[in-house]
């Protein structure tokens, strides 16, 4: 039986880590990125290895492996909990970098700009969310809140309570958002109908239903820039 060389064993040109202090991260494929997060493999298979088969899982998609769960990734050999943690967290860091960097650019007047601050939190999730943004009288961002888990129907989202924050927050308008997990961003009748008895209440408390977006992925499907809202 042969005996696979352990990667502390290869060239220092040829080590994920090595390579990443002398050539900088371009340098390295997702398989090596992942490894170095890995730290190590098993007899089997090294770390390396062991990332090339979570991208594999994932069809080498990054958007897949980001929406990997804890017990995805502990299904893998080699990967145990704290492996998978780490992860996950390097994911969660890169996700708060993006809402953060969009969240510092002030003034929301397009339905890119929206889907840049909402879509970071929306495109990997494996389950629907319902996302509020609230804005001031000069399409400032106020705040982003989550107001439901499970889909957009009425006996999930309540109106009131969006409306309630809007008020409390004093803000004059807002932007509804809500994920398709698995099919495209196009609305449904549920979210037509959702998307219209909340613009009829939030008219009568002077605020501004601005928009509707639907993530799906890296994709967005806006109701302003449709004309149906």
């Known amino acids: ?3 696979k060389l352990s990667i ?3 060239a220092s040109d040829e080590r994920p880590r090595e390579k990443f202090i002398e050539k ?3 340098a390295l494929s997702n398989a090596e ?3 170095i997060l890995i730290g190590s493999g098993t007899a089997e298979n ?3 290895e062991i990332g090339r088969n979570i991208l594999l899982e994932c069809n080498n998609n990054l958007n897949n492996l980001c929406m990997l769960s804890y017990d995805n990734l502990r299904k893998h050999k080699g990967i145990g909990p704290g492996k998978a943690l780490s992860i996950m967290s390097a994911f969660e860091l890169s996700k708060r970098m993006l809402l953060q960097e969009a969240s510092n650019k002030i003034g929301i007047y397009s339905s890119q700009k929206a889907s840049k601050l909402i879509m970071p939190i929306l495109q990997n999730l494996n389950h629907e969310e319902v996302w509020v943004m609230f804005l001031d009288v000069a399409n400032n961002l106020i705040s982003r809140e989550r107001v439901s888990i499970g889909g957009i129907s009425a006996s999930v989202v309540d109106v009131r309570i969006i409306l309630k924050k809007a008020m409390e927050k004093l803000c004059s308008k807002i932007i509804v958002a809500h994920n398709h997990p698995s099919h495209p961003p196009r609305p449904g009748e549920n979210d037509i109908m959702f998307t219209k008895k909340l613009k009829d209440a939030a008219h009568l408390c002077d605020i501004n239903l601005v928009d509707h977006i ?3 992925g890296s994709n967005y499907f806006s ?3 449709d004309g149906i809202l």
């Open 1 to 3: 039986m042969t005996t």
């Open 8 to 10: 502390n064993k290869w």
């Open 24 to 26: 900088g991260a371009a």
């Open 33 to 35: 990125l992942l490894a």
């Open 46 to 48: 090294n770390a390396i």
């Open 214 to 216: 639907i993530i799906a």
């Open 223 to 225: 109701f302003a820039d």
